[in-house]
């Protein structure tokens, strides 16, 4: 995907991020930059440490040592210095997370109406037409009937559940979106519709995503940058096209033609 350039402000900042669990398991001494309106791929195999970093990123887990700074409208916000119940805040009012499984993001017993609606409450809107409206407007943009608003998610497939959490994500348009493997756990065919969907939603929403992902065609499709992990650390950063087509660390270069090579 093409790189927006402008708007080129710094979104979210790590700065020598380590959380080991043993030689070579977590992540260490990572530094990332994040712009507005850029998707960031981390990529790298099972065990390399993209859900450590990403838990540590979006103030999920604090780090052994290193700073996560978010670049907030009312400056910089050193994520774990700031107390926990502004994190959870900010995960709730201004962050979105999308989770591998949507069991995980979803609450399956009440409506998908419910589900959407429910991120809009905690930003004050109480209007029971208007929370309506917007989940039938948001079950139509991820393509889902905007006439099952009141099944429950649990009715629903594993693939339009994880269109359901997208929409529930993204509702309240948040300023920085965290994705887990969006498409892991899901049929080809299906993975490969929301794929699409995704790519639109991001670019017309110009969202700024902090993407982790096993598999190099969502991270094509997805990321304007990529970051490269191995065993707790980063071999390798680029623009997606160029990492992806012109590898220069052999750890990338396994990784990438383990995947295009037939
Ligand atoms: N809470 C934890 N306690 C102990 N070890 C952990 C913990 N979380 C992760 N690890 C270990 O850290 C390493 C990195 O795990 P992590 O889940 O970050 O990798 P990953 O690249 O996301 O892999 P996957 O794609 O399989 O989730 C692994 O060896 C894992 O076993």
């Known amino acids: 995907m093409k790189r927006p350039d402008l708007d080129r402000a710094t979104l979210l900042e790590a ?23 850029e998707v960031l791929g ?20 604090r780090p052994d040592a290193g700073q996560v700074v978010y670049h907030s409208h009312e400056g910089e916000l050193d994520l774990y210095a700031i107390g ?6 900010l995960l709730r009012m201004e962050w979105g997370l999308v989770h591998q499984n949507p069991r995980d993001g979803l609450r399956l017993g009440v409506s ?13 809107e109480r209007h029971y037409g208007q ?10 943009r991820v393509e889902l009937d905007p006439r099952r608003i009141d099944d429950a998610p649990k009715t629903f497939s ?20 965290f994705m887990d493997e969006p498409t892991g756990g899901l049929d080809v065919s299906v993975q490969a519709r929301l794929l699409d969907m995704l790519r ?25 940058r990529l970051m490269v992990m191995r065993r707790g650390q980063v071999v390798e950063t680029g623009l997606t096209d160029q990492i ?7 750890y990338t270069q396994l990784l990438v033609s383990s995947v295009l090579t037939p």
């Open 15 to 37: 700065r020598g991020v380590s959380r080991l669990y043993g030689p070579g398991k977590g992540c260490e001494a990572i530094d990332i930059r994040l712009h507005r309106g």
């Open 42 to 61: 981390i990529v790298g195999e099972s065990g390399s440490g993209k859900s450590t970093l990403l838990r540590l990123l979006a103030g999920m887990e």
């Open 84 to 89: 926990e119940a502004r994190r959870r805040a």
């Open 112 to 124: 998908a109406g419910a589900n959407i609606g429910e991120r809009l409450m905690a930003l004050g």
């Open 131 to 140: 929370l309506r409206a917007a989940g039938q407007d948001w079950m139509g």
């Open 158 to 177: 594993g693939g339009m559940q994880q269109r359901l959490q997208i929409a529930r994500t993204l509702v309240t348009r948040p300023n920085l979106v």
């Open 200 to 224: 639109t939603l991001v670019r017309e929403l110009g969202l700024s995503v902090i993407l982790v992902t096993h598999d190099l065609a969502v991270a094509r499709l997805l990321a304007h």
């Open 244 to 250: 992806l087509d012109d590898p220069q660390h052999a």
